[in-house]
């Protein structure tokens, strides 16, 4: 079939089994996989399958003609239950983004514009990668606070380089009130990154799935964030 023409959706029926190689293989191929309803599962709106004009289970294909409350969009008119992996993550997401605008308005008035504006561009980051995983859209170029993604690891792991702080330095009440705030976003990020092989890595069968390997350089930027700050990048605490 991907020879004959390029295919997005590929449909297996309920019935059907589809094996991890396959999966994998899918996957590689950016070919998103849909499974159909049996048709014993169509019963409640009476609709044959692929004609469903409401809501489907994503999971069980089971149709509604109106949204339960208890369960949300995954994608289009595909309904999970909200314990789902990918809701989790995008949760998670949400989270961090919260977090993020947090420490932007708790720091604004005692640190540098310089780094409030480097919270805006961890926090636009954030959103695209959100956006890409809710559209299924590729995340494109993984460009971070203006380094690569092979900038960002060098830095963050050779913080005495670059910084003149020492590696492994543990976080500590006397580094102040900023520290604190991007060493806590730092943490929840990794959080993040987790949810995030949890929901996009079935199997494990894609390793190097995009979405976390730029949660990981994300990391990596609050680590250099952190070190900045601590280096004397963004000068002294505004007064």
Do not use: W
């Not at 949300?72 to 990918?86: E, I, P, Q, S, W």
């Not at 959100?130 to 690569?148: F, K, M, N, T, Y």
């Amino acid at each position: 079939m991907l020879k004959e023409k390029e295919l997005k959706e590929f449909h297996v029926e309920r019935c059907k089994i589809l094996s991890p190689a396959a999966k994998d293989y899918l996957n590689q191929m950016r070919v998103r996989v849909i499974f159909e309803p049996r048709a014993a599962e169509t019963k409640k709106t009476g609709a044959p399958p692929g004609s469903v004009k409401g809501y489907v289970d994503a999971v069980t294909g089971e149709e509604y003609m109106d949204k339960p409350e208890c369960m949300t969009h995954l994608f289009g008119n595909k309904l999970v239950y909200k314990d789902h992996a990918r809701i989790a993550f995008r949760g998670a997401i949400d989270h961090l983004q919260s977090q993020i605008v947090f420490a932007q308005v708790s720091l604004r008035s005692g640190y540098p514009d310089k780094l409030i504006d480097d919270l805006e561009d961890v926090l636009t980051f954030a959103r695209n990668l959100l956006r890409a995983e809710v559209l299924d859209e590729p995340i494109g170029d993984l460009q971070l606070l203006g380094l690569s993604i092979a900038e960002l690891r060098d830095q963050s792991h050779n913080p005495e380089k670059y910084f003149g702080v020492k590696a492994m330095t543990m976080p500590h009440y006397s580094m102040g009130e900023g520290f604190a705030h991007l060493n806590l976003l730092r943490s929840m990020t990794r959080q993040a990154e987790v949810a995030a092989v949890q929901a996009l890595m079935e199997d494990h069968a894609d390793p190097c799935h995009e979405i976390v390997i730029a949660l990981n350089r994300m990391s990596s930027g609050f680590h250099i964030l952190c070190c900045r700050l601590l280096s004397g990048y963004y000068g002294g605490i505004v007064k």
